[in-house]
């Protein structure tokens, strides 16, 4: 693999710039990086170290905003950096492929993931269209996506954001490509979908000798897919490795604190004292959309300064809960109360007051904040409709909530979405869900965009706010490591069924339910062996493997 003949993509002293305030401002210092046919590369560090920004530039490719100002991009005797336009886009996609963080923002709404799908190998001249077709529907059932023959005739809005970019990955893969950059693959899948997907990755790269780079926080994660790894901090290279030398013997102080992270646990809460009334209440709520029943018959209470962690896979009716919550799906039966009172259904018929006390983070960032608002607007429009702030009284208040989020408001204020990274964008929306001064906070996978060295100092922010202000969380999530780190009380959901509910410390002691046992094998461990581990013990009837419905 070491012999040149071998080498796929060489990037020597890359040097890229991004625009602010009039200025230009070196992002990426100086990075080298070399990878082999059939080799993976992981790329992981803190948001902003320019891990997606070097992922693109792989690509002879740099965001709106940023340039590729210095250093050179080989790929297979191909200089990226001189090619024309016109080459280097008959590459993209046929030769190289990206696996984008964000599917929601990615896929075209007006067209059906088939087409999308044919798109790229029909206009390369790899396959026919009736060719494409049929392999999409085998990469779909590769994928482990419901209903692979049927489903690629959905639109995007039509599945699950986990289904979503399942089917991404699914489209990155069409043309059989030399190199594919994996930009957070796996960050809107529930931990049993991850486990098939993962596993389908790692065939398909080892099966057609594909090279690729996986960016990820989650290092667990690039241990099982990595054969090597880059550590990364504010565009520098800290160190790089094999995975196993750099899982066991890191020599940077930087990648051991890397290594070291999610120390963070919420201290244990009194037990609510009998008859108090829960902040939100579900009761007997059934809801679905057109004829389909997403949520049948669901209940269960959220007190103040308590968070309850609602986990389960991918169309299990997480998301679908928070939008009867919020009033944005009126149920076909039952209740949602808020301090004892019943809330309209319809969010259209709730005063401004009860729209005020139940806030949301939601889990797309990028589909969330409006790209054409300054953060001083996205952030401040709230403090303005809900608290009357006007003024020099709205801007502390902007300037605050910044400060808050560990965002230096100086340096962000007057920035635009497009100038953060995935993890700032993902700060913004838990800054203007605060802004309004709530009672109840829906947070949505708000840590699944964010490495995990962010994701904690968010977590003991969300648990410093929550004793302050005396909040109440619901907390959607597949990482069961947040809900080890900040529930209070876990609400396991399997199609839309409560499976399992009660405090965190009895749901994490066996017995369990058979899927919730599914759920807590699935989590990955700082083992590059761990998925072969865990395959071949599910291949053998062990861990859950005969939960019917698992990964779908």
């Known amino acids: 693999m070491n012999e040149n003949r071998d080498v796929l993509l060489t990037i020597r002293d890359l040097r890229i710039e991004g625009r602010s305030d009039e200025q230009w401002n070196e992002i990426v210092k100086g990075v080298d990086l070399t990878l082999h046919k059939g080799e993976v590369l992981g790329l992981i560090g803190e948001s902003g170290a320019g891990k997606s920004t070097i992922g693109l530039a792989a690509m002879g490719f740099a965001r709106d905003g940023c340039r590729i100002s210095g250093g050179t991009i080989d790929f297979d005797g191909i200089d990226l950096r001189k090619a024309s336009e016109a080459k280097r886009r008959n590459l993209r996609g046929k030769r190289i492929a990206y696996v984008a963080q964000s599917a929601a923002a990615s896929f075209n709404p007006a067209h059906r993931l088939i087409d999308q799908y044919a798109e790229g190998p029909v206009q390369h001249g790899v396959m026919s269209r009736g060719e494409a077709n049929r392999d999409a529907t085998e990469l779909y059932r590769r994928m482990q996506l419901p ?17 979503l970019q399942r089917a991404m990955t699914a489209m990155a893969m069409s043309c059989r490509p030399d190199l594919i950059i994996f930009d957070e693959p796996t960050t809107a899948l529930d931990v049993t979908t991850q486990i098939e997907v993962l596993s389908a990755i790692r065939d398909i790269v080892e099966q057609f000798d594909t090279a690729a780079i996986y960016i990820t926080h ?14 990364l901090l504010k565009g520098e290279e800290v160190e790089e490795a094999d995975t196993r030398t750099m899982l066991n013997a890191p020599t940077q102080d930087y990648t051991k604190s890397l290594w070291a992270v999610r120390s963070h646990t919420r201290p244990e809460q009194p037990p609510v004292a009998p008859g108090t009334t829960p902040v939100v209440a579900v009761r007997n709520v059934t809801a679905g959309y057109g004829t389909l029943d997403v949520l049948k018959n669901i209940s269960f209470d959220i007190h103040a300064r308590r968070t309850v962690a609602v986990v389960g896979e991918s169309g299990s009716g997480k998301s679908t809960t928070a939008r009867v919550i919020t009033g944005l799906l009126p149920p076909r039966e039952g209740e949602v109360l808020f301090n004892g009172t019943a809330l309209p259904p319809d969010y259209r018929n709730r005063s401004k007051e009860q729209l005020r006390q139940a806030q949301m983070i939601y889990q797309m960032a990028d589909t969330a904040l409006n790209p054409k608002q300054r953060l001083r607007e996205l952030i401040g429009r709230p403090a303005q409709m809900y608290l009357g702030l006007r003024g020099k009284a ?15 408001p100086d340096d962000f204020i007057d920035r635009l979405p497009s100038e953060l990274s995935g993890g700032q964008k993902q700060r913004i929306g838990i800054a203007r869900a605060l802004a309004a001064e709530p009672q109840f906070i829906i947070c949505d996978e708000v840590t699944s965009a964010l490495d995990q060295l962010v994701a904690e100092g968010i977590l003991k922010l969300l648990d410093k706010l929550q004793d302050e202000f005396d909040l109440a969380y619901m907390f959607i999530t597949h990482d069961l490591a947040t809900v080890k780190s900040i529930a209070d009380e876990v609400v396991v959901m399997k199609e ?13 002691q066996p017995p369990h339910d058979p899927y919730t046992e599914l759920l807590l094998s699935s989590v990955p461990e700082m083992d590059p062996d761990w998925l072969d581990k865990l395959l071949e013990e599910r291949a ?7 939960v019917e419905g698992a990964g779908n």
């Open 147 to 163: 209903n692979p023959d049927e489903i690629g005739f959905r639109y995007p809005h039509q599945v699950s954001g986990g289904q």
């Open 218 to 231: 989650d290092l667990a994660v690039v241990a099982q897919m990595a054969d090597k790894i880059k550590v």
């Open 394 to 408: 709205l801007n502390e208040r902007v300037r605050e909530l910044l400060r808050l989020i560990e965002l230096e």
């Open 496 to 508: 839309g069924i409560v499976v399992e509910q009660g405090p965190k410390s009895e749901m994490f």
């Open 540 to 546: 053998a009837g062990g861990a859950g493997a005969s």
